[in-house]
C-alpha cells in the first residue's frame, strides 16, 4: 500500500515572521510605558492657581499631573491613614508638623512657597464696610445674622480668622453666629447664594468670583503670619514629586500664584 504525504500549508503570516527572523533575529515586543504621575493633595484654596500650574507641569514635563482639594486637615489626616499622595501642601504649618511628628514626610523637602490673608465679604449687593480694629463692635453688624468661616477647631483659615477675632477681643460674642464650613470654599460659596450676609476667607479666594466683595481686611499683626508649605510625602519621593516641588517655585508658578493674589516666597 502507498502511503501518500500531504503537504501542510504554512499561512503567510508565519513565512513573513520566519524571514524577519532569519534576518534579523528574534524581535520582542516593545511595551507602552504610561508617563509616571504625580498626585498633590493641596489646601482648597490653591485650588484654581494650582489646577492651574499642574497644567502647566504637565505640558512642560512628561509627567501626569493628578490633585486632591480640600481642608489642609482633611488631607493630612488622609495621609495619616495611608492616602497615596506624593506632594502635601497646606495653608497652616501646623498640619505639616503634625505629619512631619508621625514621620509621614521627607524633612528635607519641606519648604515655605506661599504667603495670604483674610478679609470679610460680603454679597455683591452689599453697602457694609468694616472698621476692624481692637474692640470693634461685629454683633452690632451682624445683629441676628450669621457669619461663615472655615470650621476654627481644623481648617486653617478659620484657625487664622478665630485669632484674629480674638486678638480683636470680639470672638467671644460672635462664636454663637458662626456658620462652620468644612473648608473655606464653602464659606465662600455661602456668601455667594445670599445664605450668610459675611465671611471670613483669604483674600485670594475672594479674588476669584465677582458674587462677593471684599468689606474689611484684617490687620497682618492680629493674626501669625498665613504660610503654606510644601512637602513630599515619605515613602513615595518619586522623581514626579521631586520635579513638581521643584516647579512649585519656578518663574512660571510663582506668576500663576501671583495672578491669584497670593504672596510668594
Known amino acids: 500500500m502507498m502511503t501518500v504525504l500531504k503537504k501542510r500549508a504554512f499561512p ?13 533575529g528574534y524581535i ?32 512642560e514635563t512628561n509627567f501626569l499631573f493628578v490633585s486632591s482639594f480640600a481642608s489642609s486637615s482633611t488631607l493630612a489626616k488622609q495621609i495619616d491613614n495611608g492616602a497615596p499622595a506624593n506632594v502635601y501642601i497646606s495653608a497652616n504649618p501646623k498640619w505639616m508638623t503634625f505629619l512631619d511628628d508621625k514621620g509621614l514626610i521627607e524633612k528635607e523637602s519641606r519648604c515655605d512657597i506661599l504667603g495670604n490673608r483674610i478679609v470679610f465679604i460680603a454679597p455683591k449687593g452689599s453697602d457694609l464696610k468694616i472698621d476692624i480694629h481692637p474692640g470693634f463692635k461685629l454683633p452690632a453688624i451682624l445683629s441676628t445674622e450669621k457669619i461663615a468661616m472655615g470650621d476654627p477647631e481644623h481648617v486653617p483659615a478659620g484657625i487664622y480668622a478665630k485669632q484674629a477675632l480674638t486678638f480683636l477681643k470680639a470672638w467671644d460674642e460672635i462664636e454663637p453666629k458662626i456658620v462652620r464650613a468644612k473648608d473655606v470654599r464653602t464659606a465662600l460659596v455661602f456668601v455667594e447664594r445670599g445664605e450668610a450676609p459675611l465671611g471670613i ?11 462677593v466683595r471684599v468689606v474689611g481686611i484684617f490687620p497682618e499683626n492680629s493674626h501669625p503670619p498665613i504660610t503654606y ?23 512660571g508658578a510663582k506668576a500663576i500664584f501671583q495672578s491669584y493674589g497670593f504672596s510668594t516666597r
Open 229 to 251: 508649605q510644601a512637602a513630599i510625602v515619605k515613602e513615595n519621593q518619586t522623581q514626579a514629586a521631586q520635579a513638581f516641588l521643584a516647579f512649585l517655585k519656578s518663574p
Open 28 to 59: 520582542s515586543p516593545v511595551k507602552a510605558q504610561s508617563p509616571e504621575r504625580v498626585m498633590v493633595f493641596a489646601a482648597a484654596s490653591t485650588t484654581n492657581a494650582i489646577t492651574k500650574i499642574g497644567e502647566l507641569f504637565a505640558k
Open 201 to 211: 476667607v483669604y483674600a485670594t479666594d475672594a479674588a476669584i468670583t465677582d458674587k
Open 12 to 24: 503567510l503570516s508565519m513565512i513573513f515572521l520566519g524571514i524577519l527572523f532569519l534576518n534579523f
